[in-house]
């Protein structure tokens, strides 16, 4: 079975980094494609980027500045860093994986609640 | 930043079928067939119900049906139950991006 889970600081003080890692349980991250998605308080998903064990990656072009991606294929964990917080960036972030490719994810983490405030 | 469109809220009774539309452009729905479909209860995670326009996962009943049709697709659920009374979105891949659409609050009368 599959599973996955965030963790990370759930309080962030504006200005810094926003460090969060995805263990995956069930199967090899060399298999498949994995993803960060946001989602504000009371409001919707927000794609935040795509990665592949190789470290390719693809980030959302709103975030791409402060967005940063990393694999570690020997813990079978991959991350999320975003630079330069502000309150907006307050929100659930979920890790999520894609086995075939196709944009479709059918596993997600329980999501992680993330509180940007000094 | 692209965005798709979805209505704000559905609502439908017990054995009605409702649909929920996501429009998009011909950078994305238009142009890939690579549209999934969530559903979100409150407090929990998002559940996949279709990929690449009409797939459904394993484990989704067949009341959950995609389709598309230029640049809008669309999500049907027939026979609905009081459990289908969820948040749905919609998301697209725009290469070498994905966006989702802003979701729809599906209510069961």
């Known amino acids: 079975q599959v599973q996955l889970q965030e963790s990370g600081p759930g309080l962030v003080k504006p200005s810094e980094t926003l460090s969060l890692t995805c263990s995956v349980s069930g199967v090899s991250i060399r298999n498949n494609f994995w993803a960060w998605i946001r989602q504000s308080p009371g409001k919707g998903l927000e794609w935040i980027a795509y990665?592949?064990?190789?470290?390719?990656?693809n980030e959302n072009p709103s975030l791409k500045s402060r967005v940063s991606i990393s694999v570690d294929t020997s813990k079978n964990q991959f991350s999320l860093s975003l630079s330069s917080v502000t309150a907006t960036d307050t929100a659930i972030y979920y890790c999520?994986?894609?086995?075939?490719?196709?944009?479709?994810?059918?596993?997600w983490g329980q999501g992680t609640t993330v509180i940007v405030s000094s | 930043q692209s965005a798709l469109t979805q209505p704000r809220s559905v609502s439908g009774s017990p054995g009605q079928s409702v649909t929920i539309s996501c429009t998009g452009s011909?950078?994305?729905?238009?142009?890939?067939?690579?549209v999934s479909w969530y559903q979100q209860h409150p407090g929990k995670a998002p559940k996949l119900l279709i990929s690449?326009?009409?797939k459904r996962p394993s484990g989704v009943p067949d009341r959950f049906s995609g389709s598309k049709s230029g640049n809008t697709a669309s999500l049907t659920i027939s026979g609905l139950q009081a459990e289908d009374e969820a948040d749905y979105y919609c998301?697209?891949?725009?290469?070498?991006?994905?966006?989702f659409g802003g979701g729809t609050t599906l209510t069961v009368l």
């Open positions: 011909s950078s994305d729905v238009g142009r890939y067939d690579y």
């Open positions: 690449d326009v009409n």
């Open positions: 990665v592949f064990y190789s470290g390719s990656s």
């Open positions: 999520a994986r894609d086995p075939s490719n196709d944009y479709g994810m059918d596993v």
């Open positions: 998301s697209s891949y725009a290469g070498p991006f994905v966006f």
